[in-house]
């Protein structure tokens, strides 16, 4: 008999049986000075790398706004998908902000527009090399809005990963099961979506990649994982005077909580959220 078998036997039930579920609900939106923006490809890409944000919002008090930059090529779809949207960031707590019309895809003017009214803290996007087309063209959407600032203009660029791995992730954040469940449920609210490919569910299995990949890439190869179960990795760098630079050497793990584990079983430099929002600032 293989002891494994049980193991394997249960995220499989476990898959079937979340199937059929679904969720409800509506969470009030933080209301602060200090924003997050997101630059989102497609309505549900704020919700699978939205771990970040989502611990910004609940951990800092950060404002978190995210910026469909398309919905879709299915123009039958796109009012649809703007409510699944909705019903997704109402459930985490966020705001949506339509910078273009009648549902059209985001350009530079709208994104840089968007920049000057919000003059965010913090932005995310998809890395320049994540494969789908238009992740890749959201990467230079906001580059080039970017582009277009003023010298004075800084904030610090988170970028994500979904469709391809990042060559040089240097964050890797920990999340615990509530919060990967609630992701999971935000990612439900896009409902038409997840009907032809419940992917709201491979959701934690791809956090457990995350961890065994981040644990030598943003930590030490060859060195000790941390004590995480699901994490989502990041590269973050500062835009200021009118470039992209990174701002710290090696990685950084940021675990749940306040209960860091032993330094000893934790590759890279460990920080709390509060520590590595005073070092991005």
């Known amino acids: ?99 273009a019309e009648n549902f059209q895809p985001l350009g530079v003017v709208d994104a840089v527009r968007i920049l000057k009214k919000f003059r965010p803290e913090i932005i995310f996007m998809p890395h320049a090399k994540d494969q789908n087309v238009r992740h890749i063209s959201t990467h230079v959407l ?43 449920a935000a990612t439900s609210f896009h409902a038409e979506e997840v009907k032809r490919n419940p992917y709201h569910l491979s959701l934690p299995a791809w956090m457990q990649d995350n961890v065994r990949r981040g644990s030598e890439l943003v930590g030490t190869q060859g060195g000790d994982a941390p004590e995480f179960t699901f994490a989502t990795l990041y590269h973050v760098s500062r835009w200021t ?14 675990p749940c909580g306040e209960n860091v584990a032993e330094e000893s079983r934790v590759t890279g430099k460990t920080v709390m959220i509060k520590d590595f929002l005073a070092k991005i600032g």
Not at 47 to 52: E, M
Not at 241 to 248: E, H, I, L, V
Not at 249 to 254: A, D, P, Q, V, W
């Open 1 to 99: 008999m293989n002891p494994y078998l049980h193991f394997v036997e249960s995220i499989k039930a476990g898959v079937a049986d979340a199937k059929p579920i679904s969720a409800s609900g509506k969470t009030e939106p933080v209301k602060s000075t200090s924003k997050v923006l997101l630059f989102s490809p497609h309505p549900d890409d704020e919700c699978i790398t939205g771990l970040l944000p989502l611990r910004l919002m609940r951990e800092a008090g950060k404002q978190i706004i995210n910026i469909p930059v398309t919905f879709g090529s299915k123009v039958e779809r796109r009012a649809g998908r703007a409510k699944e949207l909705t019903d997704a960031c109402a459930y985490l707590g966020w705001t949506v902000f339509h910078g």
């Open 142 to 184: 906001v580059m080039d809005a970017l582009r277009q600032m003023e010298d004075d203009f800084s904030c610090t660029v988170v970028e994500t990963e979904f469709w391809s791995a990042m060559e040089h992730p240097n964050l890797m954040v920990e999340a615990d099961a509530q919060t990967v469940a609630d992701l999971i």
């Open 241 to 254: 005077r009118g470039a992209q630079k990174d701002f710290y050497e090696g990685g950084r793990n940021l």
